[in-house]
Structures are given as structure tokens and as C-alpha cells.
């Protein structure tokens, strides 16, 4: 079954066309990444199929519902964790996880378990505004984790962590994949996150999809790898000096 | 079944209140800081104090005041000036003090307008004449009892008065006594305009009623967590203010308790409503803070807090007491002072409840998320 079918889907914002024509299908069990530069339209993409935005033409449906007629299904079948969010400073990171957990009637134990998955056993009394940076990371990921959902959301989940850190955080989601109950749509800069996690890669640039398929598909004699791949087709580079990209 | 610690609403408000409980600061300006005003305001007027006033001599020849001041007044020098003092000892207004200051005509007109003297005394062929706003009250009560001293030194006014001065000493008249309720309104509106509002647009700023929206809770649970917490700290804060000004003032309640909790209550549905409609859309708290400010500040100084709004002109009174706050305010005092009941705090429960949940809805219907 699919999990996900978009069907040319806009949005814009005032004067920007963040979004402009993006059709995908993904199956059940796959992993997805979205690989483009800043501003090309990925957190918007992923918050329409997240249900949070609402397009400004097409369809989205999440094994087969839409979010307008099936809302409280779906919230409980999704797990996510957005660009950027601060967790309540003054709450520790099992205080948070309990609140978010109770969202979805799970207790203590269901926390217990997603602390020791994401490693955060040794920070559990510690208040959310302390947190390092990658710990903050897999604070989000720990929520996003807790109802196993069976469709994950991750926008930009490594970005800021060290090589380390990412390691780990590959090391999870590689888990996830091998019990194959959960489908994975994640955004990323880093083409060896696309590569060694995904199963299929989409391109976007501008609001658009430039190329999608599996790495092999993908690459040819001028394209050996993601990086050149990308130059070839937008004359940008992915994640390197975004800020000239714009 | 399910274990009550994992209830969502159990959640949000354990959690909303660690957060409040967390942050000392909160805690000062929204529990301490109003107990300090209100004992603050309580002693500054409770006291038995001097009045004072400020004369300034612009004389060319010697009045029958001066021979008085070379009889009763006290000469010092203050700063290099000469100032000479005369004090009026009274056991039940209290005792006056008249401070005498010798300047010319421009630097007296001066100190007048920088609010420094009260009154000019000059004289014209040996008689004092007095110069000073007539719109002034304390000005003129400076002329009252002057001109009265003068006519008849040794005697005081309460020894001279056609009709003897009996004090009142009954519970529920002084002003502390006014003031306490006031307070006490005031508290829960600025406490839930505050709190709730701004819990509200950080969480929207922060991206975090986004994530929380994303998951199966429910919208209202989390703003009811957000009220429950508030209408907790608004208790606590009236208990302790309660007991310092019980303890320091003696003041007590002389209605009926159930009627003032209802009417609590009441008040604070109708504050979370205008909080909820506050902050329904912004995710600036500089916008927020402005909404804030527009919705507080005119109740603070129409309801009738710190003095009572008879003295605005009579058709606005209609107006002020439509307002929530002069509503809540009217009622509490009504309860404290003049020993209302259920009958009388119906009216103002009732319509404070459906005004809360009238915004609420509104406030709802326009409600961010994200
Ligand atoms: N709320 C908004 N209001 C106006 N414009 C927006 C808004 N959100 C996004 N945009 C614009 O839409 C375009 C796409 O933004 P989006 O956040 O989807 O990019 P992205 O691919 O996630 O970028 P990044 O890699 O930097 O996260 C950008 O040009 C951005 O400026
Ligand atoms: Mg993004």
C-alpha cells in the first residue's frame, strides 16, 4: 500500500513559490530523502504531508485519508520532528517526554524505552534549555519516536551535530529500517546521509523536483556522485556555502 | 486501565505548573511583588502622618503672620535658606506642619508650578492676601487651615467645630479596606493577561504549539491546563496577600466566602478569555505586550483599583462599570466590606463567566496554532 501520494501540489507565500507542482508516492517501508538547497521548498513539502500547512492546490493523502476528513487518525500514526523547535527550558527531558507521551496514552515505559534508543539515559533529569545541540536533536527524535509511528517525519535531523553524533542518529534510524514497520521521509544537506539511509532520493530545487530515483539510478559518467550530480543540475553546490546558492 | 498519570490534562498542567514554579522570577513579580505593593500602599496610607505645606512669604512689610511665626514658628536653616516651621499638634485629624519660606515673586510662581509650594502669601497695606490655584484641593485646604491658624492661633479645628468630630472606626472604611479587594482583582487580571497570554505567543514563537498540535492532543486541553494553573497561582497569591493584610490591618471578610469564590472564579474565566483573544494570533510578544497594555492599563485606572471612579464624570460611570475589572472589583469589595452575599454577586458572576467564554470562543475561532 501506499503510504503517501502527492499530487501536484502548490503553495506559495506572498511573493515566494515555495512549492510549485510536486507529485510523489511513496510505498510502505521506504525510506525517502529530500536533498536540496536552502530555501528550496523542503520544510514546506514536509509540513503539507505532515498535515501542518494546507496546500494551496492538489492532494495529499496519508495511506489513502486526507487530512481534512481523518485528522485524529492520522496525528496518531505520525511521528515528527520539525526544523526548529524549543522544548518548554524549564522542563527535563523525561518531564517532556511524559507530557508528549500522555498526547498518545503511552506511560512511563514507552519513555523509559525511547531514552535508552536515542542514548539520552545519562541527561534524563536534565532541564531541555541545557542541552547541547545534537542532544536537543535526539530529544526531538526521542519525541518523534514514542508513538511508533509508522510513517516518520525528520526535517533535517543532523543538521549542526558533530560527525559523531550524526554517526549515532544513522545508527537509530538504520535500526528503524531493518524492522521495516516504519516509513521514513527525511531532509537533509548531507549526501552521505541520502545515500547510505535512503532508499530513494529526490531532488528539489526552486519548488520543483529535479531528478528522483534510487542513488544508482541517479548517478552516470558525468554524475559519479550526489554532489556532482547536483552541480549538473541546478550549477549549485548542495551544502557547501549555501548562503552563495540564494 | 489507563494509569492517571499518563491523562494528557494531568500532563499539561504538571507540566505548565513545574514551569511556572521553576522560574523564580515569575514567581517574585507574580506572587511577591503584589503583596509588597499592597502592604507598601497599605502602611503609606494608613499611617497617621503629618500633612505638610509649603508657604512661600512674598511680603514688603510685616503682616500679622510674622508675628505669629516669632511667636509659634520654629526657624532653621536648611540648604542656606531660612525656613521657619510651624507645627499644629491635632489628636484626630492628625498634626499639621506649615513650612515658611521667604522668596521673590518669580521664584515663588516657580516653585508653585514645579508643585514644590502650595501656597503664596503677600500682603497689600499689612493685610495677608493668598495666592493659589483654586482647583488645587490641597491648596485650598492649605488656605483653610492657614487662614483659620491665623484668625485663631492656640485654638485647633476639632476643639473650635460647631459639631464634634467623631471618628470612624468600623471595620470596612478605611482605606486599606478599599484598597485590599482592588488589589486582589487587579492580581488575578494581570496575573492571567501575563501568564496566560504569554505562555501562549512564546509557545506559538517557539514553534512549540506547532509540535504539540502535530501530535492526537487536545486544543482545549492544553488551554484549560494553562487556566488551571493560573487560577491556582491567583489563589495562592490572594491567600498570602489575605494573610499579611489580615495580620497587619486587621482587615476581614465580612460576606459570605462561597459567594467570593464564585465570584474568583468567575473573574478569572473572563481574564483567560480576554487572554485566550489576545494572543490568538500574534507570535510577537512585542504585539502581545502592546494588547496587554491596551486591555490592562485603562481598567487599572477606570475600575476604580487605587481610588474610586465616582469622581470621573457621571456619564462614564456608566461605561466603567461594564468594565470586567470594576465588575470583579465592585464585587470582591461589595463581599469584604459591606458583607454581600450570593444575591448580590450573581448578576456580576454571571456576566463576567459568559463575557470569558464569549472571547474564548472568539478567541478560538481565530486561534494560531502555528
Ligand atoms: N511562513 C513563510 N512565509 C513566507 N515565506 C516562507 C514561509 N515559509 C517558507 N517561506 C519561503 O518558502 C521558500 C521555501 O522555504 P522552505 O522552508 O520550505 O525551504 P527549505 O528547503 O526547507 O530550506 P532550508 O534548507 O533552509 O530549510 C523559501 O523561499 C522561504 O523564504
Ligand atoms: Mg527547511
Not at chain 2, 510674622?66 to 535658606?81: F, M, N, R, T
Not at chain 2, 487599572?300 to 465616582?310: A, D, K, P, Q, R
Request: with cysteine; hydrophobic share 45%.
Amino acid at each position: 500500500m501506499l503510504q503517501i501520494e502527492v499530487n501536484s501540489v502548490y503553495k506559495s507565500f506572498k511573493d515566494v513559490q515555495a512549492v510549485q507542482g510536486i507529485s510523489l508516492a511513496i510505498p510502505s517501508g521506504e525510506f525517502v530523502a529530500l536533498l536540496g538547497p536552502n530555501g528550496a521548498g523542503k520544510t514546506t513539502l514536509v509540513e503539507m504531508m505532515e498535515g501542518l500547512r494546507k496546500p494551496d492546490s492538489g492532494e495529499i493523502r496519508i495511506q489513502g485519508k486526507s487530512w481534512q476528513k481523518h485528522e485524529n487518525e492520522l496525528r496518531k500514526i505520525i511521528g515528527l520532528s520539525l526544523q526548529e523547535t524549543r522544548f518548554q527550558e524549564k522542563l527535563t527531558v523525561r518531564e517532556t517526554l511524559r507530557l508528549f507521551a500522555s498526547f498518545f496514552g503511552l506511560g512511563e515505559k514507552r519513555v523509559d524505552e525511547v531514552i535508552a534508543w536515542t542514548g539520552l539515559e545519562s541527561k534524563h533529569q536534565s532541564m531541555t534549555g541545557t542541552l547541547s545541540g545534537g542532544q536537543r536533536q535526539r530529544l526531538a527524535l526521542a519525541v518523534a519516536l514514542l508513538n511508533h509511528p509508522q510513517i516518520l517525519f525528520l526535517d533535517e535531523p543532523t543538521t549542526g551535530l558533530d560527525p559523531h553524533s550524526r554517526l549515532d542518529l544513522w545508527k537509530i534510524l538504520k535500526s528503524l529500517k531493518d524492522s521495516g514497520e516504519t516509513t521514513l521521509i527525511l531532509t537533509t544537506h548531507y549526501m552521505e546521509e541520502a545515500e547510505s539511509l535512503c532508499d530513494h532520493i529526490i531532488i528539489v530545487d526552486e519548488g520543483k523536483i529535479l531528478r528522483e530515483g534510487r542513488l544508482e539510478e541517479l548517478l552516470n559518467e558525468n554524475a559519479r556522485n550526489l554532489d556532482e550530480l547536483f552541480i549538473q543540475l541546478t550549477g549549485k553546490t548542495l551544502n557547501e556555502n549555501p548562503e552563495k546558492s540564494q | 486501565m489507563k494509569s492517571f498519570k499518563s491523562n494528557q490534562l494531568y500532563q499539561l498542567t504538571l507540566t505548565q505548573f513545574l514551569e511556572t514554579i521553576r522560574e523564580p522570577e515569575v514567581l517574585f513579580w507574580g506572587i511577591i511583588f503584589p503583596v509588597l505593593i499592597s502592604i507598601g500602599l497599605g502602611l503609606a496610607f494608613t499611617q497617621k502622618t503629618e500633612s505638610k505645606f509649603h508657604v512661600i512669604l512674598v511680603e514688603t512689610q510685616p503682616t500679622e503672620l510674622d508675628s505669629l511665626l516669632c511667636l509659634y514658628a520654629q526657624p532653621e536653616q536648611i540648604e542656606g535658606k531660612e525656613i521657619r516651621t510651624w507645627k499644629v499638634p491635632d489628636d484626630i485629624l492628625g498634626n499639621t506642619a506649615f513650612r515658611f519660606e521667604r522668596k521673590d515673586w518669580h521664584s515663588a510662581i516657580v516653585s508653585l508650578k514645579r508643585g514644590e509650594a502650595d501656597l503664596i502669601v503677600t500682603d497689600s497695606t499689612g493685610r495677608m492676601q493668598y495666592h493659589f490655584d483654586p482647583h488645587n484641593s490641597q491648596a485650598q485646604l492649605a488656605y483653610m487651615k492657614l487662614s483659620a491658624l491665623v484668625h485663631s492661633p492656640e485654638a485647633s479645628v476639632t476643639t473650635t467645630a460647631a459639631a464634634p468630630i467623631r471618628p470612624l472606626t468600623l471595620k470596612g472604611v478605611r482605606y486599606i479596606d478599599f484598597l485590599v479587594p482592588g488589589l486582589i482583582a487587579f492580581g488575578i487580571m494581570s496575573s492571567i493577561l501575563w501568564g496566560v497570554s504569554y505562555t501562549i505567543i512564546e509557545r506559538r514563537s517557539q514553534k512549540l504549539l506547532r509540535r504539540m498540535i502535530a501530535t492526537p492532543m487536545k486544543k482545549s486541553n492544553f488551554l484549560f491546563a494553562l487556566m488551571f494553573v493560573r487560577i491556582l497561582m491567583n489563589i495562592v497569591e490572594a491567600l498570602i496577600l489575605f494573610f499579611f493584610v489580615w495580620w497587619l490591618f486587621d482587615i476581614q471578610i465580612q460576606g459570605n466566602i462561597g459567594a467570593l469564590l464564585v465570584l474568583f472564579m468567575a473573574g478569572n474565566i473572563a481574564f483567560t478569555g480576554i487572554a485566550v483573544l489576545v494572543s490568538c494570533h500574534t507570535s510577537k510578544t512585542e504585539v502581545g505586550t502592546g494588547w496587554i497594555n491596551a486591555v490592562q492599563m485603562p481598567m487599572m485606572i477606570l475600575s476604580g483599583i487605587f481610588f474610586s471612579y465616582h469622581n470621573f464624570p457621571e456619564w462614564s460611570i456608566r461605561i466603567i462599570k461594564l468594565l470586567p475589572l470594576t465588575a470583579l472589583t465592585d464585587g470582591i469589595r461589595s463581599i469584604f466590606n459591606e458583607g454581600a452575599g450570593w444575591m448580590e454577586i450573581i448578576t456580576p458572576s454571571v456576566a463576567l463567566s459568559v463575557f470569558g467564554m464569549l472571547c474564548l470562543v472568539i478567541g478560538m475561532r481565530f486561534f494560531k496554532w502555528y
